[in-house]
């Protein structure tokens, strides 16, 4: 049986490589995947971290849509606490009209970055997101979704383009707020489990269990995990291709943000027992191996949360490994358009 597969890119870049490359990647992976039938393609905001460069996600978004043809492409997410309500209306407005029907607005609480970089982003040491009911009900009133209180005193402001819709709105998370949230907003839920595994059960089950249905939004819940993967024709192959992912993990729990390894640097690395058992907890996390093991693991999380949609993030150093991991996976469930369309 297929299910609708998506994307989470955060333009990784690799060691020797640069950031033009890493960007590049992402639009030659687009259109891979467009191909095969994924539904979706999101990129990430994240500032000051150099082993990632999607930093301006509104900008990537709309190139990303030029070399695409069925792909909804969108943000996962833009962090709202960072940027002004009005401009992202205007941004995604305008990223609407130029593309109809095949933007989607993902929406974050966190920072995406340090406190350092948040700082020089938003130009104040307040950054618990907070505020964030507020900046999203102020968006969704520039959106045109809600009215203005008629005391607002930014209620006169128009978000141009106003003749195009704000595209739809999907919330994202990594613990059961962001779940609660969605849910009484009628809006679609994105869950991190790549990230906050941990979370993932109590956290779909607050969105299912508190699911609003809304005119103008969603009727019925809809649930998406965004889960790590990397496929291999074998489990052997996959698990050491996956040595690179192993040691970029373990350099960022040292606090060390550096570039995608390359094969030959976690090859030569001298894993101490230490660190082996951080990568074999690290491992539950992820999914690697061969497709019939990876779709084992996923299937099995499905059933368990009851998802509507995977959308799968996969690091790898070498950029054609990457594709031809979304390739095996696609192939495993037997992806194709129709099957997505009818699921989202």
Known sequence: ?????????????????????????????????????????????????????????????????????????????????????????????????????????????APGSDSRASLALRRTKSGTGDDFPELLDELLAFGGQIPWAEDHPLRTVRALPDDVPLPPVWLLGSSDYGARLAAQMGVGYAFAHHFSADWVLPATRAYRDGFRPTPGRLQRPHLILTVSALVAPTDAEADRLAGPLDLWALRRAQGRFAPLPSQADSDAHPWTAQERAFVADYRTKVFVGSPQTVRARLDELIVQTGADELMVMTMAHDHALRKRSYTLLAEAYGLNRSVWRQAA
């Open 1 to 109: 049986m297929s299910f609708p597969l998506s994307v989470l890119d955060l333009s990784p870049l690799s060691s020797g490589s640069t950031g033009r490359q890493a960007l590049l990647n992402s639009l030659d992976l687009a259109r891979h995947v467009d191909g095969l039938g994924y539904g979706r393609y999101w990129v990430s905001e994240h500032h000051n971290l150099p082993s990632v460069v999607s930093t301006s996600p509104e900008v990537l978004i709309g190139h990303l849509a030029n070399v695409t043809a069925h792909l909804r492409i969108g943000s996962g997410g833009i962090m709202l606490p960072n940027h002004s309500p009005l401009r992202i209306a205007e941004a995604f407005r305008t990223l609407e009209a130029l593309h109809p029907d095949r933007i989607d607005l993902g929406l974050g609480r």
